[in-house]
């Protein structure tokens, strides 16, 4: 694996998010970290720590998209405790619904990530070859089609 810092390079924006809950350790945070740097084909992998509370991780995913080269690729990603798979999600929801409170305590259910936004929408790229491109033997992966709380406020039509 080649670290490079190479400032012409595309970037690939990697994000992963802070611990949550009582977890002390976000694994989706250390895939992005470990990764930080990494050259592949011609890119450089960026990553960016995203915060699990609503609204700043969406503010903290524009800060890093501003800050240089627009990036070939974002990709967000995150943990779901007791999931034994790679999920990858289907569509992008335009509502915020926590089952439990997020870091800072707070807790939306049914509230619109952009107000008189758009309903349901599919991503630019779509998830089921992503899905069967990640495909190792061993390696159990699923398509979903309801998102995670936060995916919803990274994946937003901001």
């Not at 992998?45 to 990036?71: K, W, Y």
């Not at 390696?139 to 990274?154: F, G, I, K, V």
Request: charged share 25%; aromatic share 4%; with cysteine.
């Amino acid at each position: 694996m080649t670290k490079t810092k190479g400032a012409a390079a595309p970037r690939v924006l990697l994000a992963g998010f802070e611990p949550f809950e009582n977890d002390p350790v976000n694994p989706a945070w250390e895939i992005a970290r470990a990764l930080d740097g990494w050259a592949c084909e011609g890119a450089v992998m960026q990553a960016v720590q995203l915060p699990c509370v609503f609204g700043r991780s969406i503010d903290r995913l524009d800060e890093a998209l501003a800050a240089g080269a627009p990036p070939v690729l974002v990709l967000c990603i995150g943990a779901a405790g007791g999931r034994t798979e790679i999920s990858m999600e289907r569509a992008a929801l335009n509502v915020d619904d926590a089952r439990i409170p997020d870091n800072a305590g707070y807790q939306p259910i049914d509230i619109d990530v952009v107000e008189g936004g758009p309903a349901p929408t599919s991503p630019r790229c779509r998830s089921r070859p992503w899905c069967a491109t990640c495909a190792r033997p061993g390696c159990r992966r699923r398509c979903r089609t309801r998102q995670a709380p936060l995916s919803a406020t990274t994946s937003s039509t901001r």
